[in-house]
């Protein structure tokens, strides 16, 4: 049985185009001879994924060691899988991954001190750039306008592909060229004139008779941008934003790797177990309010009204977000805070159902108590929060933004004014009135929560990975002053709940199961 088994490992092994190691081998027969035939057959291949998908291996020669890994990991992924239904991510933890040119995929971020200093220095700077455009430039070079065409296709198929430039190919000539494209973030160089840069070069453009793609265009942004070169400057004839790209399709190329974060070292979109955990509850929701003042009498009256509505039938979670108060003092803010989360803690008791079964998420917001801001930032401070956590234990105080994993969903959550502000920047405001689907065109395509100078949305540049938009999650929720609304980009939802406080006492709820956004609110009764 022994040697029928061995020969079994060496040949799933050697199909996946690895070659194992005799003393690999040993280890697998001892972890999996004791099991049934059926479950060493998907523990073996469990092993061959996890090998495949985490970068374990820098040649085709497996060694005891990535067995040992992979092991490892394929056991606490039983584990999370088992116990992680629903997750709130800080951004300081979610993982960043540097993708590898030469290898085409992404790996683990090494750091030779473990972490991340939260300022930086001015590398920093210059490879939250670079990574940006690395992400951007694989997906695109993968899009079916760049790939090369099949041998024996067709005239008109060849016809309509393009190939990306670089800057430096156009700065090398001296003669006009023509019909070229061209990848790179728009930027100012110098004062009034804007350039586009990629990792080659810079050069400065024209825009006099460019026809405007959708999207929101900013300082900051990518673009791919279609124009001639003549006499030193680009001149673009249309402007377009990257092609964003469906998840699923992302996860094709790299694996399994959990980009989101969480508890798990895998991606958990797969997970059989967690799925069938949410079918078993389709009616599950998660509700989000922005712009909870507190210190106003009648939105904590309005909170009252909602907490009774949800009592007999709690969802997963509340989320709020900031600012917290209607004006804020920087000299009393925090005490007042303090007081105000106890008012709400005392409220909430008086709903046990809530206190059981409803975790309590709260998110800062930009003007609230507690560090600059800064993206990303931090929760409110401890002395804030304490008195709400003695008394409501499944209160989350996180960062801005987070992420939260229910099930196989990821939810990314953002508050921060960035439609307005990506509106009052835009170098060309679009034509149409559909701000909300142009700015969700925007996102999917940056990839990313903030494409903006720093200037007006200061990033720490260390982090900057904790705003990807990589692999696109189920929804992303954006709480900005702007109206609600709710607008779809390549099975991406993304969505505002408006002001809570300002806008007629207006909220969102999310269906996870089937990924609905439901209009709410509580009207003046």
């Not at 291996?57 to 992979?70: G, M, N, P, Q, R």
């Not at 023509?178 to 990629?198: A, P, Q, R």
């Not at 709400?344 to 917001?365: C, D, R, S, Y």
Request: charged share 20%.
């Amino acid at each position: 049985m022994d040697s029928r088994f061995k020969n079994d490992i060496v040949t799933t092994f050697k199909l996946n185009g690895l070659t194992v190691r005799s003393e690999a081998t040993k280890y697998i027969l001892g972890l999996l001879t004791p099991l049934h035939k059926d479950e060493r057959s998907q523990w073996l291949e469990k092993l061959v994924d996890v090998i495949q998908k985490q970068g374990l291996l820098d040649s085709t020669t497996v060694e005891k060691s990535h067995i040992e890994k992979a092991a490892k990991e394929c056991c606490q992924n039983e584990l999370d899988e088992a116990t992680s239904l629903l997750n709130v991510i800080s951004a300081f933890d979610v993982p960043k991954f540097i993708y590898n040119t030469e290898r085409k995929k992404y790996l683990p971020y090494e750091s030779s001190t473990g972490l991340l200093n939260l300022f930086g220095d001015p590398k920093d700077k210059a490879e939250m750039f670079r990574h940006r455009y690395a992400l951007l430039h694989q997906r695109t070079s993968r899009h079916s306008l760049f790939t090369p065409s099949v041998l024996g296709s067709s005239s008109t198929s060849s016809q309509n592909k393009y190939q990306l430039q670089p800057i430096e190919y156009l700065l090398g000539m001296s003669t006009k060229l023509t019909n070229l494209v061209v990848l790179g973030m728009l930027t100012y160089l110098t004062e009034g004139k804007l350039h586009l840069e990629d990792m080659t070069g810079s050069v400065p453009v024209s825009l006099k008779e460019t026809n405007f793609h959708g999207g929101l265009f900013t300082e900051n942004c990518f673009v791919l941008g279609q124009g001639y070169f003549q006499d030193g400057v680009f001149h673009i004839e249309h402007l377009g934003m990257p092609p964003p790209e469906p998840a699923k399709v992302t996860r094709t190329y790299f694996g399994n790797a959990n980009f989101f974060g969480g508890p798990s070292t895998s991606c958990l979109k797969l997970s059989s177990k967690l799925k069938a955990q949410e079918d078993q509850n389709p009616e599950a929701m998660m509700v989000f309010l922005s712009d909870v003042w507190l210190d106003q009498t009648k939105v904590m009256e309005k909170l009252r009204i909602l907490f009774a509505g949800y009592c007999e039938d709690p969802p997963i979670c509340f989320v709020l977000m900031g600012n917290f108060l209607s004006s804020t003092s920087c000299s009393t803010s925090s005490g007042q805070l303090r007081q105000l989360f106890k008012s709400l803690a005392e409220m909430i008791k008086e709903f046990p159902n809530l206190v059981e079964q409803t975790q309590f998420v709260f998110v800062p917001g930009p003007s609230d108590s507690g560090f600059c801001n800064i993206l990303p930032r931090p929760p409110l401070a401890k002395i804030i929060r304490e008195e709400f956590m003695q008394r409501v234990p499944n209160g989350v105080f996180t960062t801005n933004p987070c992420r939260i994993q229910y099930g196989t969903k990821e939810i990314v959550v953002l508050r921060e004014d960035i439609i307005t502000k990506m509106c009052r920047n835009a170098i060309h405001f679009p034509s149409t009135d559909d701000i909300p689907q142009q700015f969700a065109k925007s996102l999917t395509s940056q990839g990313h929560l903030c494409p903006l100078p720093s200037e007006i949305c200061p990033i720490y540049w260390p982090y900057d990975h904790a705003l990807y938009l990589y692999p696109l999650p189920d929804a992303v929720v954006i709480g900005d002053r702007f109206g609600g609304f709710a607008a779809q980009n390549m099975d991406c939802i993304i969505f505002n709940p408006g002001p809570f406080s300002r806008n007629n006492f207006n909220f969102k709820v999310f269906i996870p199961l089937s990924s609905q956004v439901e209009d709410s609110e509580i009207g003046d009764s």
